[in-house]
């Protein structure tokens, strides 16, 4: 049986339209099961909505229309954002969804049964944003730190997970699977928490009565309450793939990969793993934290509402185009920039002049030089035999990258095969070597090292830019898409054969000019 692989995005919060944040969680999770489908694994691909809470309920009041509403209207905004950009994914999970709910409460059931929750009243600052009480280092100047709003005070009767019976577990099993959440500054940052002087407490507050919110899953033994928000969500990880009983559990929840921004540490890092110790399942492969995207120095967040919105980067750049500004400029785990200044200079030294440019001189000097086929090499000599190598490299270097997460270091990795070959063709001068009776025989293993380059290039692209891979590949007159199981093989040199037909096609990556405005 071929490997598994499970990727998930964190459920989106049904109360902001999909900004950049979102985005980049996505794509890294749709690269991921897009490369390991091509490695052959078995993949599946979780994404979704988080729909219960406070919250929506108080925008459903604010516009005098119901929960339900308002969360079909942003779930709905969700898909069809990623449809339209072509996410990969294979199941779209709303926790409003039937199956969700039986699984949220079997397992309340089942943790309650085992003695893990209590009843109790309790006291606080409550963040409606957070939908938590808050701690003294959650709040800034008597305001919630996140939300930058007041907290109200609270007292209520309320169910409690005692997730600090677990904490010394965890902590252990951290420190045994060093890689468990990573990259380690948020290992760290876990093991923090987790210290007796962190403050955290040991009590998660599981439970809202109706009286208050009644949009919720309603806890299996006690009618008066709903589930509080995390506990619900969190689950969503099992729901999407059969739990407890389908095979597919059984297949993915092994291979399980979180990807999440650090601003959900604490419930990815804290709560899940001690609610699933508590019901005695095992734990995700790997928790995988990225860093924020900072606009003009302020994190860009759904609370504070400086968005970037996918669709109209689309509308503006092309999606590929700005799936590789996300993926090539964030070091994953660290926070980011983006201004679009910084796209366009991207696209223009990256997409424009590295790629766009090596495309189009190696298939408009094919049609030139070669009667618009994919010309037959003559014998190797050392400049080509340096790209094939170069090649052979990078492959390595992509699939380690790619399994460590370092979506970034791929890409470089990919632009310097690029760039050789550029480089390579500027000291081949085909287009002086075919007026000249010495070289002109050298001029078809010129551009076949250029096409079979490319076709390499196109291959290793495709989890990252599936279309611009495909459009290679087809004017390299590889029309049928890429089979999985194959990445291993499909990057072996001399595969392309002669003959084929290419065609030039418009430029790429067109240049983007710079907004009078931003200059
Ligand atoms: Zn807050």
């Known amino acids: 049986m071929s490997e598994a692989f499970y990727v998930t995005t964190p459920i989106y919060y049904v109360n902001a339209e999909p900004h950049i944040g979102h985005t980049y969680t996505t794509v890294v999770a749709d690269m991921l099961a897009r490369y390991h489908r091509l490695r052959g694994e078995q993949c599946f691909m979780l ?22 509403a308002v969360a079909t209207e942003y779930a709905q905004l969700f898909q069809q954002t990623w449809d339209q950009l072509g996410i990969q994914y294979d199941r779209f999970i709303r926790t409003t969804d039937p199956d969700h709910r039986v699984v949220v409460q079997s397992i309340l059931q089942k943790v309650y049964d085992a003695g893990e ?5 309790y006291e606080g600052l409550y963040c409606v944003g957070c939908e938590r009480f808050l701690t003294d280092r959650d709040m800034v100047d008597g305001l919630c ?40 500054r948020y290992r760290n940052e876990v093991l923090a928490m987790l210290s007796e002087e962190s403050g955290l407490g040991g009590e998660l507050c599981i439970s809202r009565p109706k009286e208050r919110l009644d949009w919720g899953i309603e806890l299996p033994f ?9 506990f619900d969500a969190l689950i969503n990880y099992l729901t999407g793939v059969g739990y407890p009983d ?11 990969e979180h990807i999440i921004g650090k601003d959900i540490l604490k419930p990815h890092g804290v709560f899940w793993p001690c609610m699933l110790h508590a019901i005695g399942a095992p734990l995700p492969r790997h928790l995988n934290v990225h860093g924020f995207w900072n606009l003009d120095n302020r994190k860009v967040s759904k609370s504070l509402g400086n968005l970037i919105s996918p669709i109209a980067m689309d509308e503006r750049y092309g999606f590929e185009a700005f799936r590789y500004f996300l993926l090539r400029e964030m070091v994953f785990g660290q926070d980011s920039s983006f201004s679009e200044p910084l796209l366009i200079a991207r696209i223009n030294a990256d997409l424009a002049n590295n790629l766009g440019n090596l495309v189009s001189r190696t298939l408009n000097m094919t049609n030139r030089f070669a009667d618009g086929v994919v010309p037959t090499p003559g014998a190797q000599e050392e400049a080509e035999a340096v790209i094939e190598k170069t090649a052979a490299r990078v492959a390595a270097e992509v699939d380690e990258h790619v399994l460590s997460l370092r979506p970034q270091r791929a890409l470089e990795s990919i632009m ?7 480089r390579y063709l500027e000291r081949r001068e085909p287009w002086k070597a075919a007026k000249d009776p010495d070289r002109a025989g050298q001029v078809p293993t010129t551009l076949y090292t250029c096409c079979e380059s490319l076709r390499i290039t196109a291959v290793l692209l495709s989890a990252f830019l599936p279309k ?19 990445l291993h093989d499909l990057t072996r040199w001399g595969l392309l054969q002669s003959g084929l037909p290419t065609v030039k096609g418009p430029p790429l990556f067109p240049r983007v000019d710079v907004p009078e405005e931003s200059k």
């Open 47 to 68: 994404t979704g909505t988080d729909e219960h809470g406070d919250k929506i309920l108080e925008v459903a009041r604010e516009r005098g229309t119901t929960p339900e």
């Open 117 to 121: 929750i209590e009843f109790k009243e």
């Open 145 to 184: 730190r996140d939300h930058e709003r007041a907290p109200e005070n609270r007292s209520e009767s309320n169910y409690f997970f005692k997730m600090g019976d677990h904490f010394s577990w965890l902590a252990e099993t951290i420190e045994n699977n060093p890689d468990f959440i990573r990259p380690e």
């Open 222 to 230: 006690d009618d008066r309450y709903v589930c509080y928000v995390w």
């Open 246 to 256: 389908q095979s597919e559990f059984e297949t993915f929840w092994p291979a399980a």
């Open 416 to 422: 310097g095969l690029v760039d050789e070959t550029n």
């Open 468 to 486: 611009t891979s495909q459009e290679i590949l087809s004017r390299l007159g590889l029309d049928s898409p890429l089979e999985e199981a194959s």
